[in-house]
């Protein structure tokens, strides 16, 4: 780990509360860790120049873990060491190469984590619990929404219960819809590229670099670099509008003080729910 003693000033708030609802920070700085390296490492090969995305998932979003498990770091100076609050696991850094149309099925896999809703009804529950949320990749680099009326096309083992269901539309590169035939370096980990998960284009046929560096000191490299992060969101995934139609789902009951900050969604506080967490609502108008 690099310069564990050094402290760096978080311009704005890093929160895990609703990774799993909304494009969240604490998964940004992540990907933007990983985008950073990554097209370091690219330079002089054979794939420089081609488009690098990033691929990140939220590791401390209750669950299991409980009410209280989620990151959660205050505005002002924080010590580097806290980097490990953001990425728990001694991954290290992988690139796989992977066509436009994979990208729309990694997603595809992702979305699995939600339930599907109908149009029109009231406090559906929107996230299956039986998804862990270390298996909801967001992909930094294409923007993309999510159907949530349409049947999730994968189930937690990674077979393709719904091999029809298109979930995921609107895939944008570089304002354009994206093209399935063009080819994009995806930064992720080892675990996912060698097939955790169980991803479309991550299975370790498809690897191209091997990093010697975990994630978390790529994190803390970047972070050094930066001195002065402002881990906010990008906003480059949503719901699709379902109109007259509203979702709810458990969180910390920590996360009310920024639920009006979430970028890209309404979220509003809707009760107590089960074992200390609290209820909160998405209307998807």
Do not use: C
């Amino acid at each position: 780990m690099y310069l564990l003693h050094k402290a760096v000033e978080m311009d704005a708030p890093l929160y895990s509360y609703f990774a799993l609802v909304a494009d969240d920070p604490s998964v940004q700085v992540v990907s933007n860790a990983q985008t950073w390296y990554i097209k370091q490492m690219m330079q002089g090969t054979e794939w420089e120049g081609l488009p690098i995305l990033s691929a990140a998932a939220p590791f401390k979003a209750g669950g299991r873990g409980g009410a209280e498990y989620y990151t959660d770091v205050e505005i002002g100076p924080v010590a580097i060491k806290n980097v490990s609050d953001l990425y728990l696991y001694p991954n290290t850094v992988r690139a796989v190469l992977i066509n436009g149309a994979t990208v729309k099925e990694w997603l595809e896999r992702s979305a699995s984590i939600f339930n599907q809703i109908e149009a029109g009804g009231q406090d559906q529950v929107l996230l299956n619990p039986g998804m862990p949320s270390y298996n909801f990749d967001v992909m930094d680099g294409v923007t993309y929404q999510i159907d949530l009326t349409q049947a999730p096309k994968y189930n937690k083992g990674g077979e393709a219960i719904n091999p029809d269901s298109q979930r995921i539309v609107n895939v944008m590169f570089n304002n354009a819809p994206i093209d399935p035939e063009a080819m994009f370096v995806v930064a992720t980990n080892n675990y996912r590229a060698g097939g955790g998960g169980s991803f479309p284009g991550a299975d370790g046929s498809t690897t191209i670099f091997e990093g010697p560096d975990t994630n978390r000191d790529v994190i803390v490299r970047y972070i050094v670099e930066k001195g002065t992060i402002n881990p906010q969101a990008d906003a480059n995934w949503s719901f699709t509008s379902v109109p007259d139609t509203t979702v709810i789902f458990e969180t910390g009951p920590a996360g009310v003080r920024y639920a009006d900050q979430v970028q890209g969604v309404s979220i509003e506080p809707a009760g107590e729910g089960a074992d200390g967490f609290a209820l909160y609502r998405i209307a998807l108008d």
